[in-house]
Each structure stands twice: as structure tokens, then as C-alpha cells.
């Protein structure tokens, strides 16, 4: 059974928010959700007058079964960053202006751990089986993966005042 990439997830956004608490909400959603987090690179150019550049690819993973597993990755593209201080209900506080190009991809992986493949051709034998067997199970596995980034997504979305309070998938997977 071959990985199933989903379609990718963009979000764009030009302007002030607190990249410290975007930060913290994406991993307080992975973590209520049961991923692991991984950073997997953090680049930052050099400024010019205009601001850095940087860039940053995270990694979400679950384990779902013994033979699937979800991957989330997250690449996140800054221009222009600089940190402003903006007056918040009489009090200063440090913010980050910047444009953002967020993308979201989800893979969902069969036999993540090589079970099959590592016990030579009777277990390549059994996996093929089994991945027959868990056919009807392959469109929940996906759809539930690609909810679960509709929220995520949301929650951006949310974050930065993009949409409104609602989204069209609420409780589908039983979420608040």
C-alpha cells in the first residue's frame, strides 16, 4: 500500500501579531491532538531595512495504528520581520510585523515501522494482505487526517482574525 499525500493547505497573511502565542497555539494544538512536535529547521537571513526573512519547517506525528501514522508538515515563510511595540489596554507590548506564507501538507503512512518490508517475502506477502483488508479503512484514515489540518487550519485563520468564530467542520471528529 503506497503513502497518501493530501492536498496542500495555504494561508496568507500581511501584518501585527504576536508570533510567540501563533507559536504556542499550534503547539498546544498538536499536543491536545497527541502529536509529537519537531522543529525541523529555522533559518534567518540577515535583515535589510525592510526587515529578516525567515523561514520554518515543522514536523507533527501520530501514531495512529501499529501500521498507520500521520505527518503534518508545516513550512511557514516571513518577509519583512521586525519587532514593533504596540500599546495593548495602556500597556506596551512587543509584537511582530511581518508577511506570512503559511503551508500545510499531510501524509498519511502505511506500515510506518517496515514491519512487513523487514520480514522478507512471506511478510511483504502479509502486508499486501493486510493493506487489501484495510481498504475500507484507507478513506477514514484520510479523511480523518485531513479534518483534523481543516482545523488546524481554522485555528490560523482564527488567530490572525481571518474568519469568523465558526468553522464548517466543527465536532465533525468530535473536537470543541
Not at 66 to 81: K, P, Q
Not at 87 to 111: H, S, Y
Not at 126 to 138: N, S, W
Amino acid at each position: 500500500m503506497e503513502d497518501v499525500n493530501l492536498p496542500t493547505i495555504t494561508l496568507r497573511y500581511n501584518g501585527v501579531f504576536d508570533f510567540d502565542s501563533f507559536y504556542t497555539a499550534i503547539i498546544d494544538w498538536a499536543k491536545n491532538e497527541g502529536y509529537m512536535w519537531h522543529e525541523k529547521t529555522f533559518k534567518h537571513k540577515v535583515p535589510s531595512p525592510e526587515g529578516a526573512e525567515q523561514e520554518y519547517d515543522w514536523e507533527l506525528t501520530k501514531n495512529v495504528t501499529e501500521f498507520v501514522r500521520y505527518m503534518i508538515l508545516i513550512s511557514i515563510h516571513a518577509w519583512e520581520v521586525q519587532d514593533v511595540d504596540v500599546e495593548i489596554n495602556g500597556r506596551k507590548r512587543t509584537m511582530t510585523k511581518a508577511r506570512l506564507f503559511v503551508r500545510m501538507n499531510g501524509f498519511v503512512k502505511w506500515d510506518w515501522q517496515k514491519r512487513f518490508a523487514k520480514a522478507g517475502k512471506f511478510g511483504k506477502f502479509l502486508g499486501e494482505v493486510y493493506g487489501k483488508a484495510m481498504t475500507r479503512d484507507v478513506a477514514m484514515y484520510i479523511d480523518q487526517l485531513y479534518f483534523r489540518m481543516g482545523n488546524l487550519h481554522a485555528i490560523m485563520k482564527k488567530y490572525f482574525d481571518m474568519q469568523s468564530k465558526k468553522h464548517a467542520y466543527k465536532g465533525y471528529l468530535g473536537e470543541s
